[in-house]
């Protein structure tokens, strides 16, 4: 897929402002400009906020983001954090939901709109959460649609391909133009070929359309019909297998009932296991 911008006309800009009652400079938010947009068809975009330098996040986790609406109000919505820590800037990936409060507030963005960032980074899905004393396991990294975004955060970071002997991303969308950032990822792919750095494999699966050089159908059927190894050329094991699932609740339960099946367990804190999960509703 091309990276060129895709023209989109702009017929209502957004108003956002910064400064309310709600929100007195006391509070730990703060105010940052949109610096980079990017369009990967109409309603899916990436978008990069300046970063506070006092901003520190793990790769995968989210970040709170809002916007002060006309009335006054202020909406605030999750979002993963697509950029690495090193990285000067905030990026995500965003889904314009039809008729969605906030997404479709961000589908109208121009360069210098001011969005709130809540200063506290959140969330679990981070592979520090794998305690393993050598590198022989493998990362699934499972995502459906804009779930890819923690995951490219993780690929830009150099340390999870120094954790893991195989990274393995799967992604399902519904078509061909649902999917983003794949430029991005067969060139990560290119630029750890290294000693002790994870094979990378990269597995796209479209539910609606056929793509050569992608699967067809959900990530569960693959699993069950044993397609999705074969693609990966890595095998699932108990000793070796760590999976992240996020996304689409119904495949993120789907995907963790049937691993379980297999017997693989939830990662718990005081109990390693094989799964950490994220929803995004
Ligand atoms: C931890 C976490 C991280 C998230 N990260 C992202 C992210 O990186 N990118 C992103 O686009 N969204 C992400 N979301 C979802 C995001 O927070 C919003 O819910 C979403 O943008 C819709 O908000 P809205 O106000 O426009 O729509 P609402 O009016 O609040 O509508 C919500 C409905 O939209 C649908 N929906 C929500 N998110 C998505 C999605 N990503 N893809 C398809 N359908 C969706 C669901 O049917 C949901 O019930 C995340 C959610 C959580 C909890």
């Given at each position: 897929?091309?990276?060129?911008?895709?023209?989109?006309?702009?017929?209502?800009?957004?108003?956002?402002?910064?400064?309310?009652?709600?929100?007195?400079?006391?509070?730990?938010?703060?105010?940052?400009?949109?610096?980079?947009?990017?369009?990967?068809?109409?309603?899916?975009?990436?978008?990069?906020?300046?970063?506070?330098?006092?901003?520190?996040?793990?790769p995968g986790?989210?970040?709170?983001?809002?916007?002060?609406?006309?009335?006054?109000?202020?909406?605030?919505?999750?979002?993963?954090?697509?950029?690495?820590?090193?990285?000067?800037?905030?990026?995500?990936?965003?889904?314009?939901?039809?008729?969605?409060?906030?997404?479709?507030?961000?589908?109208?963005?121009?360069?210098?709109?001011?969005?709130?960032?809540?200063?506290?980074?959140?969330?679990?899905?981070t592979a520090d959460r794998f305690k393993q004393p050598g590198r022989e396991q493998d990362l699934w990294l499972i995502?459906?649609?804009?779930?890819?975004?923690?995951y490219?955060?993780m690929l830009r970071d150099e340390a999870v391909w120094k954790r893991f002997e195989n990274i393995v991303l799967v992604?399902?969308?519904?078509?061909?133009?649902?999917?983003?950032?794949?430029?991005?990822l067969?060139?990560l792919a290119a630029d750890h070929t290294r000693e002790g750095m994870a094979k990378f494999h990269f597995v796209?699966?479209?539910?609606?359309?056929?793509?050569?050089?992608?699967?067809?159908?959900?990530?569960?059927?693959?699993?069950?019909?044993?397609?999705l190894e074969a693609a990966a050329g890595v095998n699932l094991s108990d000793a070796r297998s760590r999976f992240m699932?996020?996304?689409?609740?119904?495949?993120?339960?789907?995907?963790?009932?049937?691993l379980?099946?297999?017997?693989f367990?939830?990662n718990?804190?005081?109990?390693p296991g094989h799964i950490i999960?994220?929803?995004?509703?």
């Amino acid at each position: 897929m091309s990276n060129a911008p895709i023209p989109i006309t702009i017929t209502t800009p957004v108003t956002v402002v910064p400064a309310s009652p709600a929100f007195p400079a006391s509070a730990k938010v703060t105010a940052e400009p949109v610096v980079w947009l990017h369009r990967w068809n109409p309603a899916l975009m990436s978008f990069r906020l300046r970063r506070d330098p006092s901003y520190v996040f793990i790769p995968g986790q989210f970040a709170r983001i809002g916007l002060v609406k006309e009335d006054g109000e202020t909406i605030w919505r999750a979002y993963s954090i697509v950029s690495a820590p090193h990285e000067p800037f905030l990026e995500f990936f965003l889904l314009v939901v039809p008729s969605g409060e906030f997404s479709c507030r961000v589908g109208r963005f121009n360069i210098g709109d001011t969005v709130l960032v809540e200063q506290m980074p959140q969330g679990f899905l981070t592979a520090d959460r794998f305690k393993q004393p050598g590198r022989e396991q493998d990362l699934w990294l499972i995502a459906t649609g804009t779930g890819l975004a923690p995951y490219i955060s993780m690929l830009r970071d150099e340390a999870v391909w120094k954790r893991f002997e195989n990274i393995v991303l799967v992604l399902s969308v519904r078509e061909r133009h649902d999917l983003g950032y794949t430029e991005e990822l067969e060139q990560l792919a290119a630029d750890h070929t290294r000693e002790g750095m994870a094979k990378f494999h990269f597995v796209k699966t479209l539910t609606r359309d056929r793509l050569h050089g992608a699967l067809h159908g959900r990530i569960n059927s693959l699993v069950e019909s044993g397609a999705l190894e074969a693609a990966a050329g890595v095998n699932l094991s108990d000793a070796r297998s760590r999976f992240m699932l996020c996304g689409n609740p119904e495949m993120v339960e789907t995907m963790r009932k049937l691993l379980k099946s297999r017997g693989f367990r939830m990662n718990r804190k005081l109990e390693p296991g094989h799964i950490i999960v994220e929803n995004y509703w």
